[in-house]
Each structure stands twice: as structure tokens, then as C-alpha cells.
């Protein structure tokens, strides 16, 4: 693995070219993950324009014309490859005709890719969805938190994996299995390329990510803390004091489990879990009505606020470019010293 994964990056031209930079096109095997309010076009650019993927989160703009609008602002901001998020998880305000929107938006606008999540795309209306965007040369990208899961993807034309583990911020599968196993597993498993998500944020993380049979990383919240992320102050002051033993899992209980930063709301939620109330008690807590009182505010005490395990080794707030070129430099010393011992 290690020769197959590592070795054969150490190119002069480029030197870490995977199989995730030559499917996408881009310089660097790093992507950006979805986050609802914050991969807008500003910051979805920015991480293109880096040598990265930059994505832009449809649920964001839960109108299709207010989707379309954000695709065009991206192709303004950038003449890079980027991809859009799309993720099915049971929500409040969006369903299948939203997700429907959502496809025929990156079909029409002719998005490269499409990072999907919860729901596979081809349970989503009869499979016709799946069908339609394989079409249309859609490069799609799965995120998952078990080998079943990824070798379903695999067999119904999906182009790429994401081996989420339990680290990661949002929502991982309840079944908690981290990165360094799940990686290696979902690697042997299936022949498409594979991506890790959670607990990546620098240049050991690519490195290892790489050792244990990806080829690319995924971050999200690590882009909450560059300078293209518009969000209020406190919050990457908050990200940046906050520890990896900070954030916890919540929503057993309701059947949709969860990673957030500790506050106020969330250990009320646990308060709830805990004596066995219902979603009607939780819902007040994780709604996404506290986005503006938490990212425009600065109030990081109330709300749901979806970061992973990863924020005990975020301590600065850099541009995406020196970000990014920051991770790979580091992950080429790195290797380099791992090659040397061989």
C-alpha cells in the first residue's frame, strides 16, 4: 500500500498527483466538505483557487433559483474545478423535491461533481436521479462511515468514496469507527479512489491519510478558520481555544446521531437523551434558526454547531492558499522522511 499510495506520488512535476487529482483535475488531493451557511462562493473559490476543491452546500438555498445563482457566482470567482454537497438526511425545511431541484441544478449547470451524503442517489426517486447525472459525466462522490455502504456506491457507478469516521463533525454513522480503521478497510475493499474525512487538518493528516490507502483528505471545519470564511470573529477564536475532547455525539436517541462543539444547547439535548424525551424537546436546541445568532453573532454558547474532533489541532486563522500549500509542504517533508528509512 504504502508503495502503491506514497511512493508513486514522489514526482518532481507534481508531487502528490493521485488518483483524486486526476479525477477532479485539481493540483492538490485536498477537498473541501459541505457546510450548511458556510460554503458559499467566497470560500468555495478560494479553496479552488488554491489548488483544492472547493465545494458550495445546496442546502444553503433551499430554492433552486437561489442554487443556480450561487453555481454562476462560483464560475465568476473562479475558473477552477469545484463540486457541490448535497446531503439526504432526514431535515425540517428540505425533502426529496429539494433534492430533486438540486440535482437537475448541477445537471442544467454542468457542476463536475457532487458530494453526497445520507441518502445514496440511487434511492432517490426510483434511481432516476442516478441515472441522469452518470449521463451527464457527474463525478460522483459518496460519503460513508462503513465498507457495505462503500462497496454499494461503488457498484451503482459512483466515482469516488469518502471513509468518514467517527471524528468528524455533522453526522458519522453510529456505528463509530475512526479513520485509521475504517480508511485501510473501505481502501481494501473497493478499486475506486478513496477519500478520508475526519480528523484532517494538516499535513500529517495527509500523510497518513495517504499511508492508510487514500488518495486525498477532506476538511471542513479546518475551513472554518481561514480568512475566505465569513463567519463572526468569536467563532474562530472559539474553534481555535476549544480541544479535541470538546465536541460530543448526540442524537441516538432520535435516530440521527450527530457531532457538535459543547455548549449550552447540547448538553441540554444530552439533558433530554438522557431522561428519554423526544424530538419535539430536541428540536428547539439543534434547529437551524440559531445559524444567524451563531455564525453572524458570534454566540457560541446556543445552537447546534456541527464541528469534528479536529479542533484540538487548529491554532490559526491563514488564507485557504497558504493553507493548503501549508499541508502539502508539510506532508512532503513527511513522507520524505518516511521514504528514508526504506
Known amino acids: 500500500m504504502l508503495e502503491n499510495n506514497i511512493f508513486r ?3 518532481e512535476d507534481n ?64 475558473d477552477k474545478p469545484f463540486w457541490c454537497n448535497v446531503t439526504m438526511l432526514p431535515a425540517v425545511h428540505l425533502g426529496e423535491e429539494n433534492y430533486k431541484n438540486y440535482f437537475d441544478a448541477i445537471i442544467e449547470e454542468n457542476v463536475p461533481a457532487v ?35 462503500a462497496k454499494h456506491a461503488e457498484k451503482v457507478g459512483y466515482s469516488a468514496v469518502i471513509a468518514a469516521g467517527v471524528e468528524e463533525g455533522g453526522h458519522p454513522l453510529n456505528e463509530n469507527v475512526a479513520t485509521t480503521v475504517l480508511t485501510p478497510r473501505i481502501a481494501e475493499s473497493v478499486k475506486i479512489p ?21 488518495d486525498g483528505i477532506m476538511m471542513a471545519t479546518r475551513f472554518i478558520c481561514t480568512k475566505e470564511c465569513d463567519v463572526h470573529p468569536n467563532v474562530k477564536q472559539e474553534i481555535i481555544r476549544r480541544q479535541e475532547n470538546e465536541t460530543v455525539l448526540y442524537g441516538n436517541t432520535i435516530g440521527l446521531q450527530g457531532r457538535a462543539l459543547l455548549n449550552d444547547s447540547i448538553r441540554k439535548v444530552m439533558e433530554i437523551e438522557e431522561r428519554k424525551g423526544g424530538l419535539e424537546e430536541i428540536l428547539p436546541h439543534i434547529a437551524g ?41 508539510e506532508a512532503e517533508e513527511i513522507i520524505n522522511q518516511v521514504k528514508g528509512k526504506f
Not at 17 to 41: A, D, Q, Y
Not at 197 to 214: E, H, Q
Not at 299 to 313: D, F
Request: aromatic content about 4%; proline content about 4%; some cysteine.
Open 15 to 78: 508531487f502528490l498527483k493521485t488518483r483524486i487529482t486526476e479525477l477532479f483535475g485539481i493540483k492538490h488531493p485536498i477537498l473541501c466538505g459541505g457546510m450548511h451557511r458556510l460554503c458559499v462562493p467566497k470560500l468555495c473559490a478560494a479553496v479552488s483557487n488554491a489548488g483544492g476543491l472547493g465545494s458550495l452546500t445546496a442546502s444553503t438555498y433551499p430554492e433552486k433559483e437561489d442554487f443556480v445563482k450561487a453555481i454562476r457566482e462560483v464560475r465568476k470567482l473562479t
Open 115 to 149: 458530494e453526497i451524503s445520507g441518502m445514496p442517489a440511487d434511492r432517490l426517486a426510483n434511481g432516476e436521479y442516478l441515472d441522469r447525472l452518470l449521463e451527464a459525466d457527474v463525478k460522483l462522490v459518496h460519503k460513508v462511515g462503513a465498507v457495505r455502504h
Open 289 to 329: 434558526t440559531w445559524g444567524p445568532e451563531i455564525w453572524e453573532k458570534g454566540n457560541m454558547n446556543v445552537g447546534l454547531i456541527p464541528v469534528g474532533q479536529s479542533i484540538g489541532l487548529i491554532n490559526d486563522v491563514v488564507s485557504c492558499k497558504e493553507l493548503i500549500e501549508r499541508i502539502v509542504k
Open 9 to 11: 506520488t514522489l514526482k
Open 194 to 214: 478513496v477519500i478520508t474525512t475526519g480528523g484532517m487538518v494538516n499535513g500529517r493528516s495527509l500523510a497518513a491519510a495517504l499511508c492508510l490507502g487514500a
